[in-house]
C-alpha cells in the first residue's frame, strides 16, 4: 500500500519560497515521482518530476527556473523547492507516483500517475 502526505504549503509573498515536501510509505524507491497542482476552477496541471534515482528531471515551462524537484530515497521523501513564487503559483500542490522508474512519453500527464496525495495548499499574495 502506498501513501503519500504533502506537507509545507502555506502563506507566502510574491517573490518568496516556499518547500514543499512528500512523505512516502511504502516502495515508491523506484518510482517516478511528481508534483502537480490544482488553481480553484482550473484543470490539474503537470509540475515537475522525477526518476528514480534522482538523475532526471522536468518541468513545466511556467516554473522552469524558478521550482526544483528533489528526493531523498532513504527518507522516501520528495522535495518541491519553489522560489520566485508569484501569485499565479497559487493552487493546491499534489504529490504522485507513477510505477515507471524513468520517464515515459506522458510523463506530464496525470493519467500516467496511480498514485497521489491530498494535496497541500500554496497561496501566493501580491
Known amino acids: 500500500q502506498i501513501k503519500l502526505v504533502e506537507s509545507g504549503g502555506g502563506l507566502a509573498q510574491a517573490g518568496g519560497s516556499l518547500r514543499l515536501s512528500c512523505l512516502a510509505s511504502g516502495r515508491v524507491r523506484y518510482y517516478t515521482m511528481a508534483w502537480f497542482r490544482q488553481a480553484p476552477g482550473k484543470d490539474r496541471e503537470f509540475v515537475a518530476a522525477i526518476t528514480w534515482s534522482g538523475a532526471y528531471t522536468r518541468y513545466a515551462d511556467s516554473v522552469k527556473g524558478r521550482f526544483t524537484i528533489s528526493r531523498d530515497n532513504a527518507k522516501i521523501t520528495v522535495y518541491l523547492q519553489m522560489s520566485s513564487l508569484k501569485p499565479e503559483d497559487t493552487a493546491v500542490y499534489y504529490c504522485?507516483?507513477?510505477?515507471?522508474?524513468?520517464?515515459?512519453?506522458?510523463?506530464?500527464?496525470?493519467?500516467?500517475?496511480?498514485?497521489w496525495g491530498q494535496g497541500t495548499q500554496v497561496t501566493v499574495s501580491s
Open positions: 504522485a507516483a507513477s510505477q515507471s522508474a524513468y520517464f515515459s512519453a506522458d510523463y506530464n500527464r496525470d493519467q500516467n500517475y496511480i498514485y
